[in-house]
C-alpha cells in the first residue's frame, strides 16, 4: 500500500457511482493529483468538496499508477468569500477552471502553487485581486510554456515604446517595429507590465490579450475551451466603475 498526506486547494469534483466523487486537488509536491472520496456526496462532504477549498489529504492506493482514494479533512473554505460576489465566484471558477484542465497531472509546480494560494486568499478584496489575477494568468502562461516575454522588442531589440505582442512568437513589439504588420498585433496593455491604470476595463483588455494565448496555445494542446467562468469574469471586469 502506497501513501502519502499533504495539503492543497480543491479545484474540480464529480460524482463517482451512488455515493463517492472523484476530486482534483492542487498540492505544492505533488501537483494536480486525482482521487476517489467514499462518501462525498454525503451532506457533510458536500460543504468541504467545494472549488476553492483548502484541505488537508491522505491519498492511499495499492500501486501508484492506480487513482487511489482520498481522506479529507478541511483546512479553510473560501465559498463565504464568494457567495454574494459574482465577480469573485467567476473569478475563482476561472482559476479552478484552468488548473484542473491545463495542469499535467502529478507533476508538481511549487511556485504556481504558491501563486495560486496567494490568488484565492485575495478573493473578496475587489481592489486588489483582479489584477492579481490578470498576473496569475501570465504566470500560468510562462509555468506551462508559453510565456509572454516583455522584456525586449522582438524586431528591433529595444525596450522603447513597446505596446503590441506577437501574436505568433508572444514578444513585445514596439510601434515602429511592428509597422504595417500592427493591425495583427495583440495590445501589450500597461497593467500587464505593472503600470498604469488597473481598472476594470484595462484588466479586462489585457486579459483578451493573455487569453489569446490561453485558447490558441495552452488550450490547443488539450483540446479544450477555456471555462466559460474565464469570459463572465470579463464581462464582470468592463461592468466595474473604473
Known amino acids: 500500500m502506497i501513501e502519502w498526506r499533504d495539503e492543497g486547494a480543491l479545484i474540480a469534483a464529480r460524482a463517482h457511482g451512488e455515493n463517492a466523487m472523484i476530486i482534483d486537488v492542487f498540492t505544492p509536491s505533488r501537483g494536480r493529483h486525482s482521487g476517489v472520496v467514499r ?30 482514494s482520498f481522506t479529507v479533512e478541511p483546512v479553510r473554505s473560501r465559498a463565504a468569500l464568494v457567495m454574494n460576489d459574482r465577480l469573485a465566484l467567476n473569478g475563482l471558477n476561472a482559476v479552478c477552471g ?5 495542469l499535467p497531472e ?35 502562461l510562462d509555468e506551462l510554456g508559453f510565456g509572454i516575454d516583455l522584456s525586449a522588442c522582438a524586431v528591433r531589440g529595444t525596450n522603447e515604446d513597446l505596446c503590441y505582442i506577437s501574436p505568433k512568437s508572444g ?57 466559460a467562468a474565464r469570459q463572465r469574469l470579463i464581462d464582470a471586469l468592463q461592468r466595474l466603475q473604473d
Not at 46 to 60: D, E, H, R
Not at 193 to 200: H, I, L, P, T, Y
Open 171 to 227: 514578444r513585445a513589439v514596439s510601434a515602429q517595429g511592428a509597422g504595417e504588420w500592427a493591425s495583427r498585433m495583440l495590445d501589450l496593455v500597461p497593467v500587464m507590465k505593472g503600470e498604469g491604470d488597473a481598472s476594470g476595463t484595462e484588466i479586462a483588455r489585457a486579459m483578451k490579450t493573455t487569453g489569446y494565448f490561453i485558447e490558441n496555445r495552452l488550450f490547443a494542446a488539450h483540446s479544450g475551451k477555456a471555462p
Open 39 to 68: 462518501g462525498g456526496t454525503s451532506r457533510k462532504m458536500v460543504a468541504t468538496l467545494q472549488p476553492g477549498t483548502q484541505i488537508s489529504v491522505t491519498w492511499k492506493a495499492r500501486l501508484e499508477t492506480h487513482m487511489g
Open 98 to 102: 484552468l488548473l484542473a484542465r491545463t
Open 106 to 140: 502529478r507533476e508538481p509546480h511549487p511556485p504556481l502553487y504558491d501563486r495560486t494560494i496567494a490568488l484565492l486568499d485575495l478573493l473578496g478584496q475587489n481592489d486588489v485581486w483582479p489584477l492579481a489575477y490578470l498576473h496569475w494568468e501570465m504566470a500560468l
